[in-house]
């Protein structure tokens, strides 16, 4: 997955972590994104539950790739990982749990026209008040560097 996810950042990359850290491995993509932020990444939006109304902030971002990064159920194990396109969303049956972000990834698309991806971590738990799991954990951290990596060298 990490050769495929390199081959897709091209130009310039929006990072959009998306999910709710109070909700267990739905904290994923926030996490990501504040790990990124923190090493100084440009360029990432924390976008909570709510990714439909960072559109605006994409929109003066200009980027040619925007890379989405959220819990998701996809059937694999616990902190694993999958690069999915907007139409995996649909066709596949994997779902965010969010209606909006696969209307929001081809809308992006489509005003943009930036290529929209969806990094996904498989969850072990996304209930209200529970603690992220250790394999979310581990995943996102790891996830985090190598996109921490990937960025500063195109950007630098």
């Not at 091209?10 to 504040?34: F, W």
């Not at 559109?55 to 003066?60: A, F, H, S």
């Amino acid at each position: 997955m990490i050769d495929e996810l390199r081959s897709k950042l091209l130009g310039r990359v929006a990072v959009v972590g998306v999910g709710d850290s109070r909700n267990g491995d739905d904290g994923a993509g926030p996490m990501i994104a504040g790990l990124l932020a923190d090493a100084g990444i440009d360029r990432v939006i924390d976008a909570g539950p709510s990714p439909e109304l960072e559109t605006w902030r994409l929109r003066e971002l200009t980027p040619r790739t925007v890379l989405f990064v959220d819990a998701v159920d996809f059937g694999g194990e616990p902190g694993d990982a999958a690069l999915l396109e907007p139409e995996d969303l649909r066709s596949k049956g994997f779902d965010t749990h969010r209606a909006p972000l696969r209307l929001t990834m081809e809308y992006l698309e489509r005003e943009l026209g930036a290529d929209c991806y969806l990094v996904a971590v498989q969850p072990r738990d996304v209930k209200p008040g529970k603690a992220m799991c250790r394999e979310v954990r581990q995943s996102s951290e790891a996830l985090a560097r190598v996109l921490s990596d990937e960025l500063r060298t195109r950007e630098g």
